[in-house]
């Protein structure tokens, strides 16, 4: 793989398909990293981003909070099934079916009955629309909520799950959720660009959003639900995660990485096996580890071949989502 077959796949990304205003893409083997921009900033501003642009990274979260559940749980902190309710304590009810109660495996795996997004999600504001979604509004959704199907019945992808997960580890650790990745997880792997709330500095990188139709959008604020897609980040500090996750440096979390990429469900929608958080997809005799992202102004996709050695990261400053580009890249598809 070279800088010029990376440069045209996005190149086609950028300005055949007119997808997104800026994109940044990165490789990273044992031999080392490559990493290439291309696009703009903005309409107004023609500076092409690189390895250090900041980015909303979505979805992306997910795998970081499903990583510290997996470090808690190999520290023996905490169990894979746990009961929620166990963390939350007197501060909500949590739904339950019949005598089974939803576990912290459960929401990591998409599999606790609990919908896409709670049915109290009223935003005030629909450009930012998690800003004012808060604990007192999540507490009430769980308090008032029945499942409508047993609890591991099926995998259902769910926002109000994750953002329950982070929610409840850090308030089983007595923290809030950026302090808790950022002492579980980006102090570790020296991730010092990625964060919830940005320094002055980071928000200066801060590659300006653009939704699917590649105007102007606003950032997104995730409030309780962080634990679903509130970091942003660079492409840089991604292939530092990866490559943690590759085993390509060495890490105190390898024990929890490898517990949170060993298979724990199937999702038959997906034709995929889940993770914790990670979702697993075999393609001939390749294996690929991955998750994506969006808001309303990013996309942003991560995964790795642990056997072939090789992690891709891909973010952009547009909502239409970059996952072709990455999977182009891990296949080699440059035509």
Request: proline share 5%; aromatic share 8%; hydrophobic share 40%.
């Amino acid at each position: 793989m070279t800088e010029d077959q990376i440069r045209g796949l996005l190149e086609w990304f950028v300005d055949d398909e007119e997808l997104s205003v800026g994109i940044v893409a990165g490789v990273t083997t044992k031999e080392g990293r490559l990493v290439v921009g291309y696009g703009r900033l903005s309409a107004d501003d023609p500076t092409e981003p690189d390895g250090d642009t900041v980015f909303e990274i979505g979805s992306v979260t997910k795998v970081f909070t499903s990583t510290m559940l997996a470090d808690l749980v190999v520290r023996g902190e905490l169990g894979i099934d746990t009961p929620v309710q166990a963390l939350l304590g007197a501060a909500a009810r949590m739904p339950t079916r019949g005598e089974a109660e939803i576990t912290l495996g459960d929401l990591a795996t998409h599999s606790s009955g609990l919908p896409r997004l709670p049915d109290n999600f009223d935003p005030a504001d629909h450009t930012n629309p998690y800003a004012d979604y808060d604990a007192e509004r999540l507490y009430a959704f769980l308090s008032t909520h029945e499942l409508r199907r047993d609890i591991g019945e099926v995998v259902e992808y769910s926002n109000v799950g994750y953002g329950l997960l982070g929610h409840a580890l850090a308030l089983g650790e007595g923290t809030d959720y950026e302090a808790l990745v950022t002492e579980r997880i980006l102090k570790p792997l020296g991730m010092a660009d990625t964060a919830v709330e940005l320094t002055l500095p980071l928000r200066a990188r801060l590659a300006p959003g653009h939704d699917e139709r590649l105007r102007p959008a606003a950032n997104w604020d995730l409030n309780v639900l962080a634990g679903a897609g509130a970091l942003r980040s660079t492409v840089n500090d991604l292939l530092t995660f990866i490559e943690a996750n590759m085993g390509l440096q060495e890490s105190p979390l390898e024990a929890a990485m490898e517990f949170a990429h060993a298979p724990q469900v199937p999702d038959p929608a997906l034709g995929m096996d889940l993770g914790l958080g990670w979702i697993i997809a075999v393609e001939g005799d390749r294996r690929f580890v991955w998750h994506n992202g969006a808001t309303g102004g990013y996309s942003s996709f991560v995964g790795f071949d642990l056997e072939a050695g090789e992690g891709v990261v891909v973010l952009s400053n547009s909502a239409n989502l970059g996952d072709l580009v990455g999977y182009r890249l891990f296949t080699r598809d440059f035509e």
